[in-house]
């Protein structure tokens, strides 16, 4: 059958806006994601919301608001138990492993239709409702509404803390704010299209886009626009070829663009923006040659020994 | 000078815990004035700029920026932080890290105030590659961008932490070169945390030398003297000058380890030894 077919149908249709709302969510995040090294976070995260899923089946029977409320609970457990830079991973990797065997044990108590949690897992993207677009369609806007207002303050704390902070940017609150916002993106994105794509969707579109370039802003739109086009790209595939899920594309689409950056990289962005590289090899040549700098009184008596 | 200072600190004492690190620092720094701050690693010479940036509380005392208590944020002061090697992959250029230096406490997405970001880069020598991957440039350059960056906003006052660190020495006299130039054309205050007094002693007013809780200020011929470190060491010191060069000798080579602290990023220090052929290599 033909993609135009495909593109008549309503359930195509609800994918197609489904994995392009995720794909611009996840597209918005990405760079910060990669920046702040938040990768495992939002691994974490995604795979917890089956955690969370499982907890609003038991108590309320609505999956997904259970999930969203779950999310909010694993933030908050980050950022106490990993709230130093190196411990991070290590306290996700911890609070992960924990709270499946906790989804695991809630689920045992459920006695009703359990795919609702198992979906989470892997969703979807051909089952959207229409109350679910609106999920994703809420979350994109908030997330809008957070990088319009804290884009160039985040992306100062992001990059160089100690100068925000003496700028009077507030670093821990703002990393606080993203890691709420990547909790809730990434369990509505991941109750809906699956931890599979969010974690696709999220990480590798600007882990693909700085390396073509530097420019934070370009980045942010690179990786937009690889997200848009894996989720897009992969969903129209899955039309043509219908026995293989649209997950497989899409994350096979999204790979491919981070393999071709890695390799056009090099070319791409470190020879760019730099004007007379002899000075700097000269300067690079001279660094080794030179004495030690760092150690007070005892290397000042190294550099007078040469200079005698 | 009381009241027009542009620094001033009375009986300013700094603990940590129950560790002394300072203790009733009584300072005067002139508006224009150029105060290197030296001492051993430990000895809270970086405590002494969070303090003036508003980032930590004194224990005791009080410090005034133009008459007012350190407030965090301040437009009138610039910072430049203790050099740390951007990550490769970092995406930003040199150009948005000076940008953010103007703007970046500020809501909104990052707008386009080219002119003076360049002018500024123009000035510290960078514009040849303030549009390279930071992460990519060697130390100097991103020495020099950091500059930069806390220029653009004209402060008043400029707190310098460790800036030459981990340079080669063409390097090192560049960066103080065009700090001195903009202190010299703006008036501007600065406060030079360094460990080694050479690079920065043809630019410097004062000494402030900061070591196991005690400090001395005054000139350098003042304070660099076997005297006053041997005070504030609490051992014997001996400082000679060897072609136009200030030398501070810890003793006997077992009183190496006592000086010759730790390096500002944590690691400590192997003992040196009188001719040995250790050398660090360059960034």
């Not at chain 1, 990993?82 to 290590?90: K, T």
């Not at chain 2, 600065?190 to 050479?198: A, L």
């Not at chain 2, 005070?231 to 010191?237: E, N, T």
């Amino acid at each position: 059958m033909s993609i135009g077919f495909y593109l008549a149908q309503p359930f195509a249709q609800h994918a197609l806006l489904a994995a392009t709302l995720v794909a611009v969510t996840g597209g918005l995040v990405s760079p910060f994601v990669v920046t702040r090294g938040m990768s495992f976070a939002v691994h974490g995260t995604a795979e917890l919301a089956f955690t969370g899923a499982a907890a609003g089946l038991l108590v309320a029977n609505n999956a997904v608001a259970g999930a969203l409320v779950g999310s909010l609970v694993v933030a908050a457990l980050i950022a106490t138990l990993g709230s130093r830079p190196r411990e991070r991973d290590s306290a996700i990797g911890a609070i992960l492993a924990f709270g499946l065997g906790v989804g695991v044990l809630l689920l045992s108590y459920y006695h009703g239709f359990a795919t609702a949690a198992t979906n989470i897992l892997f969703g979807n993207i051909f089952g959207v409702s229409g109350s679910q677009l609106l999920v994703l369609v809420g979350i994109g806007a908030a997330v809008a509404v957070v990088m319009g207002i804290w884009y160039r303050p985040l992306l100062f704390a992001s990059i160089d803390p100690e100068v925000a902070e003496a700028r009077g940017v507030p670093v821990h609150r703002l990393g606080l704010l993203f890691l709420l916002v990547l909790a809730l993106t990434v369990t509505g994105a991941a109750q809906v299209v699956g931890t599979l794509l969010v974690l696709s969707l999220a990480i590798t579109p600007a882990a693909a886009a700085q390396r073509l370039s530097a420019n934070p802003l370009l980045v942010a739109a690179l990786s937009v626009g690889f997200a848009v086009v894996a989720a897009d790209g992969g969903l129209v595939a899955s039309f043509e070829a219908s026995n293989v899920k649209p997950s497989v594309f899409i994350t096979a689409f999204s790979f491919a663009i981070y393999l071709l950056a890695r390799l056009a990289g090099p070319a791409l962005r470190e020879k760019r923006g730099r004007r007379g590289q002899d000075e700097r090899h000269g300067r690079r040549a001279r660094a080794h040659l030179g004495p030690a700098q760092h150690a007070g009184p005892v290397t000042t008596r190294i550099d007078a020994e040469e200079g005698g | 000078m009381r009241g027009g200072a542009a620094i001033e600190l009375r009986g300013a004492t700094l603990r940590v815990g129950h560790h002394l690190v300072w203790e009733g620092l009584d300072l005067d720094i002139a508006p224009g004035e150029c105060l290197a701050v030296l001492g051993p690693n430990g000895a809270g010479k970086t405590s002494l700029l969070k303090v003036l940036l508003g980032l930590l509380p004194l224990s005791g005392g009080t410090a005034a920026i133009d008459g007012h208590p350190p407030a965090r944020g301040s437009p009138s002061v610039g910072y430049v932080p203790q050099q740390r090697a951007f990550d490769r992959d970092l995406p930003i250029r040199g150009r948005d890290l000076v940008g953010l230096g103007l703007d970046g406490h500020r809501h909104g997405l990052p707008r386009t105030k080219a002119r003076r970001v360049g002018q500024v880069i123009d000035a510290v020598g960078a514009s040849s590659y303030a549009s390279a991957p930071i992460g990519l440039l060697s130390g100097g350059e991103q020495q020099r961008l950091r500059i930069a960056q806390a220029l653009v906003g004209d402060p008043r006052l400029l707190l310098c932490d460790e800036p030459l660190l981990s340079l080669d020495p063409s390097s090192q006299g560049e960066v103080v070169s065009v700090i001195d130039a903009y202190r010299r054309t703006h008036g501007a205050t600065v406060v030079f945390v360094t460990h080694e007094i050479n690079p920065v002693v043809g630019v410097i007013d004062r000494v402030l030398y900061v070591a196991g809780g005690r400090w001395a200020a005054g000139s350098a011929a003042e304070v660099m003297t076997s005297a006053s470190l041997s005070r504030l060491y609490g051992s014997h010191i001996d400082v000679i000058e060897v072609h136009d060069r200030i030398v501070v000798v810890g003793g006997k080579d077992g009183d190496i380890h006592h000086l010759d602290l730790e390096h500002p990023d944590g690691h400590r220090d192997r003992p040196r030894h009188r001719g040995s052929a250790d050398r660090e290599p360059g960034p």
